[in-house]
């Protein structure tokens, strides 16, 4: 029986952050299915995808009344 990588705990740093370089899945469920989603951190899209959210929220910060 083959484990999906989102249920094994070597996956995890710090229990919560999921982090599988050999998983192509930008989006994975988290283990509490019923919970919705997380990142995969070690896909290299994210890097792009929280540069951009950082970059809306100090341009509201700053920019807006």
């Known amino acids: ?3 999906d990588p989102v ?20 989006i994975v469920p988290k283990r509490e299915r019923s919970m919705g989603y997380t990142l995969n951190f070690a896909h290299k899209m994210n890097i792009l995808i929280l540069l951009a959210i950082s970059i809306l929220f100090v341009y509201t910060l700053l920019y807006l009344p």
């Open 7 to 26: 249920d094994n705990l070597v996956n995890y740093k710090m229990g919560f952050i999921y982090w599988n370089p050999q998983d192509s899945r930008l």
């Open 1 to 3: 029986m083959d484990l």
